[in-house]
């Protein structure tokens, strides 16, 4: 059974108290804005009124009409949204959700230095932790993301420079309790909170310092973009800034305005695409044919009080195991509305089988690790009809069990 939505808290971000669905409307203008969509600031460089203001530009953080690669009006504008609505301070943007993450280890951590993550984790920044980062001299302890005592005991006082969780977790949607990770006190706190949205929760409210996005994913919201995002303290944004700048992985304008058209419209497909998600996850768990289901709107999600506690909404994403490999991979080729592509957050439904895609490169034990077994199936509910998804998935469930 799932359970109904909680009520929005009125956003702390100053008088009058917006709430969230308001903040995302308003978010990211400047007093004197006359065109109400994003303008499209397509330069790579700006031309510069004397050497004494070049000098200035070439040496602040943040400078956004110097040279793009330092910063870029549209850009900022994504940026300010992005830190407005986490109630943050500041926020950087990047070319892609691993722009982010690789931005934020990489900027704070240098050899000898020790990192705390989890197990659960999307494949990508799996793969940063587990052969990049010692490459570099960072060591990284791997926790399970669910058990709350163990982010703390994991932590080694004087080297811990960073502790990284991702909350729902790719694909499986484990949660970390972020009013324990936020109490966490030496070590910078990371959260990628890409499956929730800035709309789903807020990290920052909890004490975490950092809050990474794929916006590429449910807030540009319709897979014309590639695009991160990284929000926090203006001192630790500074700081990641002169690491970013040289990374190069700046987002670009077009896709800086892509992800503020879809903050706009954030709420609205964030509300219909959890009531389609909590439809189907009723559907799939009546169903014999399905082994699991996982979804934190679920009363049997082992976390859902943990989901009521910090997210708004449980979201539009939910897992399922369909018994085997066979199955796995026959349910994802006969659905026919939802798509198998690897993505998720987008208007169109899409599903995809994790251990033969996104999670491919992980050796069985790391799947085991991280609860994915051979007939796990992802859904990213998109904004169809909530009838003909459910006809497409009995009927594709029907193709691959019977
Ligand atoms: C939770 C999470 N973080 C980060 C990323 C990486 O984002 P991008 O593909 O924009 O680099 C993804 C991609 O699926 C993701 O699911």
Not at 239 to 255: E, K, R, T
């Amino acid at each position: 059974m799932t359970e109904p939505n909680q009520p929005d808290e009125p956003a702390e971000s100053g008088p009058p108290p917006w709430r969230p669905d308001t903040v995302a409307i308003r978010a990211g203008r400047t007093p004197g804005d006359r065109s109400l969509a994003p303008v499209v600031w397509a330069t790579s460089t700006f031309v510069t009124g004397s050497v004494d203001e070049g000098r200035r530009m070439a040496t602040s953080t943040g400078s956004t009409q110097f040279y793009s690669r330092y910063g870029n009006p549209t850009v900022g504008a994504f940026e300010s949204a992005i830190a407005e609505l986490e109630g943050a301070e500041a926020a950087r943007a990047f070319a892609s959700g691993m722009g982010a993450v690789s931005g934020v280890v990489l900027g704070l951590c240098s050899a000898g230095d020790h990192v705390v993550t989890q197990h659960q984790l999307y494949a990508g920044t799996q793969l940063l932790f587990q052969a990049v980062c010692p490459r570099f001299g960072i060591d990284v302890t791997f926790v399970d993301a669910t058990d709350p005592d163990a982010w703390e005991a994991a932590v080694v006082p004087g080297r811990t420079t960073l502790v990284f969780a991702e909350t729902p977790a790719n694909p499986r949607l484990d949660l970390v309790d972020l009013e324990r990770l936020g109490g966490i006190r030496g070590p910078v706190t990371a959260v990628d909170s890409t499956f929730a949205t800035p709309l789903g929760q807020r990290p920052h409210d909890h004490g975490v310092d950092l809050v990474v996005h794929s916006a590429t994913k449910a807030i540009g919201g319709h897979n014309d973009a590639t695009l991160g995002v990284v929000a926090g303290s203006r001192e630790l944004l500074d700081w990641i800034w002169g690491f970013a700048v040289l990374q190069g992985a700046n987002a670009s304008p077009h896709d800086a305005a892509a992800g503020l058209r879809g903050v706009r419209t954030r709420g609205d497909r964030r509300e219909r695409q959890t009531s389609t998600a909590a439809r189907l996850a009723d559907v799939l768990a009546a169903d014999d044919r399905v082994v699991e289901v996982r979804y934190p709107g679920l009363t049997s999600h082992p976390q859902h009080e943990l989901a009521r506690r910090q997210m708004r909404l449980p979201g539009g994403l939910l897992t399922f195991d369909v018994g085997s490999a066979e199955a796995g991979a026959r349910f994802v080729e006969a659905t026919r509305i939802c798509q198998l592509a690897t993505s998720l957050g987008g208007p169109e439904t899409l599903v995809t089988h994790p251990a033969s895609t996104t999670h491919v490169n992980l050796l069985p034990e790391e799947l085991a690790a991280a609860g994915i077994t051979p007939g796990t199936v992802r859904l990213s509910v998109g904004l169809e009809d909530p009838d003909d998804l459910v006809r497409d998935l009995l009927e594709a469930l029907a193709a691959a069990t019977g």
